[in-house]
């Protein structure tokens, strides 16, 4: 009851300092929607869902002493992605953006024996790091890393006739160049596959309208281009900082 209270008292200070933001909290709570604070239950989730082991566990140390350190993804979200590998039964996968390799780690271990993923980054100190865990993991045999700009290496499979040869990408390095990433991709997966877009709240700056420097601008654009894109079935998670399932449709597929 007190709960309650509170709650409907929040709601009408709402409705007077910001009426859209009230209207739309209100289908919320009227949907019943889970009210949940995703920060304040995050070690929650973690300790209770989250299944750590001792590879995962010395990687991100090991990122954690390089200052770029937060490009790495969440444990959850690379656990999350593991599962949709699984879950669509991929068996060959492109990774935009490896830096020191936790999403390729995670996704590689989720692939069958003879699955493949083809991973873009331009970095080899970072990548280097990145080959010593797909080693320790037993997993390097499934990995091709290509050193070049992305952009190039998606161009160089589309010329090589790969298109619709691969169920997943992941797409996960510079954020201008996104759009390009991910007109690419949905060239090479095949209809029913998956392009995950990284980063797509970007911090909650792609909300922000007094941000608008190019990265920010970049995200809203392709979200605002993915919302309306019916080449696709969409769902944007708030999972760590954003995360963008795109399914290719197949063509002719009920919307
Ligand atoms: C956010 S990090 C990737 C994080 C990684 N997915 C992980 O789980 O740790 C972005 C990576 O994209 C790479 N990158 C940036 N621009 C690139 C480009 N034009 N082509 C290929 N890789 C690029 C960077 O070197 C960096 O390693």
Known sequence: MAEKIIENDCLS????????????RKEFIVSNQPTLDLMAIHDYV???SVRDDEL??????ETAGDEMARMQIAPEQGQFMALLVKLIGARRILEIGTFTGYSSLCMARALPEDGEMICCD??????????????QAGVDHKIKLVLAPALDTLNALQESGQQDAFDLAFIDADKENYDLYYEACLSLIRPSGLILLDNMLWSGRVADTSVNDADTR???ALNMKLKN????????????????IARKRQTDENQ
């Open 13 to 24: 200070q709402l409705a007077i300092l910001n009426p859209t933001h009230f209207q739309r």
């Open 46 to 48: 973690f300790e209770h």
């Open 56 to 61: 995962l566990r010395a990687l991100r140390e």
């Open 122 to 135: 331009l970095d080899p100190t970072w990548t280097g790091m990145a080959q010593r865990y797909w080693q």
């Open 218 to 220: 970049a995200l809203r």
């Open 229 to 244: 894109d019916q080449r696709i079935d969409l769902s944007l998670l708030t999972l760590a900082d954003g995360l963008t």
